[in-house]
């Protein structure tokens, strides 16, 4: 499949099914692109296709059928959108850091293919609302979804972005924005690999989430 260059053929990849619940249309919105006219559709149709059905199926599609609808806020950008949204400081990382993760069509520095989605879990919001706990969400993603890559929260309705990746050896992270009340600070690193709380359950972290579910 060649880059879009018609409405036609745009329309195409947007009909394309990543997974039972999900489109490439709904992931290739970008306030970025509208804002700054640019034109946010993959060069690589094929393999953005590739790591976005990778995403849906083994990440997205599981924490929907189990926790209900999610909002896509921020997923796809080319590699000109995303270079725009570093340049004027619009919370992108740089071309080369988000290489198979944000820039589902381009390949990492080793060869590996991954996407990357900014979803908001619709279910969550009264608890996160009620108790300013986004630990509880963030602990069973990695205790349910365990195909997921990284996740990185934010403060805002505990929108996370939540990552897949192709090697099998990916240093799996949870890291969040989201401010502690006792410091001001970052809450900076849940879990990653060499903490002691990187493995096991972590039932009771989430366990009042999903009884009031």
Same mark, same amino acid.
Request: hydrophobic share 35%.
């Given at each position: /499949?060649? #880059?879009?260059?018609?409405?036609?053929?745009?329309?195409?990849?947007?009909?394309?099914?990543?997974?039972?619940?999900?489109? /490439?249309? &709904?992931?290739?919105?970008?306030?970025? +692109?509208?804002?700054?006219?640019?034109?946010?559709?993959?060069?690589?149709?094929?393999? +953005?296709? %590739? @790591?976005?059905?990778?995403?849906?199926?083994?990440?997205?599609?599981?924490?929907? !059928?189990?926790?209900?609808?999610? #909002?896509?806020?921020?997923? =796809?950008?080319?590699?000109?959108?995303? +270079?725009?949204?570093?340049?004027?400081? $619009?919370?992108? %990382?740089?071309?080369?850091?988000? =290489?198979?993760?944000?820039?589902?069509?381009?390949?990492?520095?080793?060869? $590996? /293919?991954?996407? *990357?989605?900014?979803?908001?879990?619709?279910?969550?919001?009264? $608890?996160?609302?009620?108790?300013?706990?986004? *630990? %509880?969400?963030?602990?069973?993603?990695?205790?349910?979804?365990?195909?997921? +890559? &990284?996740?990185?929260?934010?403060?805002?309705? %505990?929108?996370?972005?939540?990552?897949?990746?192709?090697?099998?050896?990916?240093?799996?992270?949870? =890291? @969040? =924005?989201?401010?502690?009340?006792?410091?001001?600070?970052? @809450?900076?690193?849940? *879990?990653?690999?060499? /903490?002691?709380?990187? #493995?096991?359950?972590? *039932?009771?972290?989430? !366990? &009042?989430?999903?009884?009031?579910?």
């Amino acid at each position: /499949m060649k #880059t879009p260059q018609t409405v036609k053929a745009l329309e195409e990849l947007g009909r394309v099914q990543l997974s039972k619940s999900f489109f /490439m249309r &709904e992931f290739l919105y970008s306030e970025i +692109a509208q804002i700054e006219n640019l034109s946010n559709i993959p060069e690589n149709p094929e393999l +953005a296709i %590739a @790591s976005g059905k990778n995403l849906c199926q083994k990440v997205l599609e599981p924490i929907q !059928q189990q926790l209900g609808r999610i #909002t896509i806020r921020s997923a =796809y950008r080319s590699p000109e959108v995303n +270079a725009k949204g570093a340049e004027k400081n $619009y919370n992108c %990382a740089a071309n080369e850091s988000n =290489y198979a993760k944000h820039i589902w069509d381009v390949r990492d520095a080793n060869g $590996y /293919m991954g996407a *990357t989605a900014c979803i908001i879990v619709t279910s969550f919001i009264p $608890y996160y609302e009620r108790t300013g706990d986004w *630990t %509880a969400l963030a602990w069973w993603i990695c205790d349910r979804i365990p195909d997921y +890559a &990284e996740l990185t929260f934010f403060p805002k309705y %505990a929108a996370f972005n939540i990552s897949w990746h192709e090697n099998p050896n990916y240093p799996k992270f949870i =890291y @969040s =924005y989201v401010k502690d009340p006792h410091t001001n600070k970052n @809450s900076g690193y849940l *879990t990653k690999e060499g /903490m002691s709380n990187f #493995t096991g359950s972590h *039932t009771e972290f989430y !366990q &009042e989430f999903v009884q009031g579910l």
